[in-house]
């Protein structure tokens, strides 16, 4: 077990450093100047242990990605090894080693049919950065320079790079910072909680796919050259879409010469129960598929591009003589994370995770549905090992708490008290463990979530914000 107690001189001293220097992701500057950062110390199967060494179970597996779970000592041996080996070599121009070319064909032998080639890069921003960028490339290539626009979905998350946080559609995370608006533009997301009233699934299905094809017929499908859709929406709130919109969506945009781009940087490596979930969860054989986080299972930073063989034929063709493939970056390829990746991999065949979340994960769901019962869950939703209870002031007509409540942080926070770690997004509250959770565990984690869920109710009432 890796775990480390600090005295308080020591904790105190970590935490007066990062909060003085360290910019942190999405920090509340409300309360981090005062409140400053928990520590995390240590770390052991599907948990994590702070600075004074309480134990919580890791119900978000650090950000959707610790997917075989923590303190792996064959990943650090695999990592140690390659670091002394060869602790990295650029793979600009015709440069390569023997981690990256054997993690690529493996990808390649993982992903569905066509997607042959592997562009790597170090996170899903960047690998979602350098899908737009290459299908640019492509469409250039072919001598199509009008393709540009780029249609993303309301809710959605691709990322924070500026072109990323342009495709995200979660209005929330633009506040205050540029975003591109003439190049890309969101359709609704096909969020089956929130239809209206009256239509039914298959209706609510049928008016987002024609929502996209409108949009593209708007725009002009000699001027559109993607859609990026993640197959179930993460951090805009688990959405997952009705029965057949992804094979659907993808009818459209083939039906228009516009490219469709698969964001499974949280979904791929076995979240869903597969290595990469388009195909067999979705029925999309999209034209890239981008992944990141549980490719090296959050042990290492690296994310992957996939390319389809047609993509590849074009831009693999010269432009002129001399001419480059200008688009990489210092750590494509890196050794050490590429050999992470392989040992990753290797676990998840071995012991068949796979496997064990798709008949684990619909336990997990059927556990997490008992919630309902509870009178400010409105939904549950998501699938296998990525899943979202949604909490509403009323179940009838699904009003969300004002966001001053904070209801998902104080259901968070509840949990924390009581050794648990969830994700609070406004009023939501997001799980993706570990993948290696057993039932036993599953069941503890949803009665944690459940006696806090009735804690923050109560003092919704005691403190008159809610009266039931």
């Known amino acids: 077990m890796a775990r480390e107690t600090l005295t308080a001189h020591d904790a105190h001293d970590i935490w007066r450093k990062d909060r003085d220097h360290n910019v942190h992701p999405w920090t ?223 009818e459209v945009c083939r039906k228009h010469e516009v490219l469709t781009i698969s964001d499974e940087v949280v979904t791929a490596f076995g979240r869903l129960g597969h290595f990469f979930a388009s195909e067999p969860a979705f029925g999309l054989t999209p034209d890239i598929i981008t992944c990141a986080k549980g490719m090296t299972s959050g042990y290492l930073p690296l994310s992957g591009t996939l390319l389809s063989d047609e993509i590849y034929e074009v831009i693999s063709v010269p432009q002129a003589k001399g001419a480059l493939f200008t688009h990489g970056f210092t750590y494509s390829g890196h050794p050490v994370s590429c050999a992470a990746g392989l040992k990753n991999i290797e676990i998840i065949e071995r012991e068949d995770i796979c496997g064990h979340v798709r008949s684990a994960g619909p336990y997990f769901e059927e556990r997490l549905r008992t919630l309902l019962d509870l009178p400010i869950v409105g939904d549950v939703r998501g699938s296998h090992f990525m899943l979202c209870v949604e909490n509403v002031a009323d179940k009838e007509t699904k009003e969300i708490f004002d966001p001053e409540v904070m209801i998902g942080d104080r259901i968070a926070r509840h949990c924390q008290s009581r050794g648990l770690i969830v994700r609070p997004i406004a009023h939501l509250n997001v799980l993706s463990p570990p993948l290696i959770m057993t039932r036993e565990q599953i069941d503890e984690l949803v009665a944690i979530l459940r006696s806090s869920i009735e804690a923050t109710t109560d003092d919704l009432v005691r403190e008159r914000l809610w009266r039931g």
């Open 28 to 250: 509340n500057f409300a309360t981090f100047k005062q409140e400053g950062s928990g520590i995390m110390t240590g770390s052991e199967g599907i948990y994590v242990y702070d600075a004074e060494g309480a134990r919580f179970i890791d119900g978000i597996g650090g950000l959707w990605c610790v997917n075989i779970g923590y303190g792996r000592d064959e990943m650090a041996q695999a990592i140690a090894e390659q670091a002394r080996r060869l602790c990295y070599y650029s793979t600009f121009g015709h440069l390569t080693t023997p981690p990256a070319a054997e993690l690529a064909a493996k990808l390649a032998e993982l992903a569905p049919a066509r997607l042959n080639h592997v562009f790597y890069g170090t996170g899903g921003s960047m690998a979602n950065d350098t899908a737009i960028r290459i299908i640019h490339f492509y469409f250039n290539r072919l001598g199509k320079k009008r393709k540009k626009h780029v249609i993303s979905r309301l809710d959605s998350y691709h990322g924070s790079t500026y072109l990323a946080a342009s495709l995200t559609g979660v209005m929330f995370d633009r506040i205050g910072f540029d975003v591109i608006e003439d190049m890309i533009h969101h359709v609704g997301a096909p969020n089956v909680y929130r239809r209206p009233d009256g239509m039914s699934v298959d209706e609510f299905c049928d008016a987002k796919v024609a929502e996209l094809e409108n949009k593209i017929v708007e725009l002009g499908p000699e001027n559109v050259a993607c859609f990026i859709a993640e197959p179930i929406i993460g951090a805009g709130g688990v959405i997952v879409p009705p029965p057949g919109y992804h094979a659907r969506t993808q």
